[in-house]
């Protein structure tokens, strides 16, 4: 037995090390340190690994296969570690897939809509969001463009916001729909986690608009792209809802 799983391991990392010699540096920084051994999948997949679109496939089944993994291993009780004051980012980085001139601010007398799987549909304006118990946390965002840096978050804890609109937390998925045209989805377990926060200020005050006025989805168990700023809707659903990124092949679950 531990011998077939050596040779298995072995065998699965030098497919690896054809892959990446083989794909672009883009493809090569969208796979994670954890897809590193799953290599076997591109076997499993039946590609020969010999030009662009095989190489292509196997790498999106192995991402697909990486989510599961990711699903399996998440842990709902572990938390990300946490900062103190002096260890703050200062100025924190501005990221979108457009440049900071772009920034198109969310109207003041927004309102979040809530559809899906939810008892409660009605809109949810900011001062109703504000009354809502808060609390902030300071953590660290990574992001796959190769930078990380700690900041400060306040807002609802995301798991009571569900509670207050009835969500089915049976329900598989959550879905994010911001006002620059971004989206992406999370896991439910991701979305029930104490760390997960419905964002409204940064560094205690209100959210700028560079950070995603009027809020930020914020998860330290997560990667940069998957944390949505400019929430406009939020949804639930038992139907993956995808993502800007990830529909481009960055990994779905996003885990980190
Ligand atoms: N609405 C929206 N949310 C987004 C993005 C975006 O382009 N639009 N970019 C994501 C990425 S890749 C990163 S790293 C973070 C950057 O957040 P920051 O500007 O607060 O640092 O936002 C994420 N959420
Ligand atoms: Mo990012």
Request: hydrophobic share 35%; aromatic share 12%.
């Amino acid at each position: 037995m531990a011998n077939n799983t050596t040779i298995f391991i072995r065998h699965e990392k030098e497919i690896i090390k054809d892959i990446y010699k083989e794909c672009d540096a883009p493809t090569r920084r969208l796979l994670g340190k954890k897809a590193l051994s799953l290599g076997a999948i591109a076997m499993l997949s039946g590609c020969t690994l010999n030009n662009e679109d095989s190489i292509e496939k196997a790498l999106m089944v192995m991402s697909r296969f990486n989510d599961r993994v990711q699903g399996w291993l998440f842990d709902p009780n572990k938390m990300a570690p946490t900062y103190s004051e002096d260890m703050l980012t200062n100025p924190f980085p501005f990221n979108a897939y457009y440049g900071e001139d772009e920034i198109r601010s969310s109207p003041e007398d927004f309102k979040l809509k809530v559809s899906g799987l939810v008892q409660d549909k009605k809109d949810w304006t900011l001062a109703e969001l504000h009354a809502i118990p808060q609390i902030s946390q300071i953590t660290r965002h990574i992001c796959v463009e190769g930078w990380s840096a700690i900041g400060k978050w306040g807002g609802v804890r995301f798991s009571d916001f569900l509670k207050r609109i009835g969500a089915d937390t049976n329900a598989s998925f959550v879905g994010f729909r911001c006002h620059d045209d971004y989206y992406t989805s999370i896991d439910m377990p991701t979305a029930m986690h104490a760390q997960t926060l419905l964002t409204l200020t940064y560094a205690d005050e209100v959210l700028p608009a560079k950070y995603g006025y009027p809020m930020k989805l914020r998860m330290p168990t997560k990667l940069g792209y998957k944390n949505p700023k400019y929430i406009q809707e939020i949804f639930v659903t038992n139907a993956n809802p995808g993502g800007y990124w990830e529909d481009q092949g960055y990994n779905w679950f996003g885990g980190s």
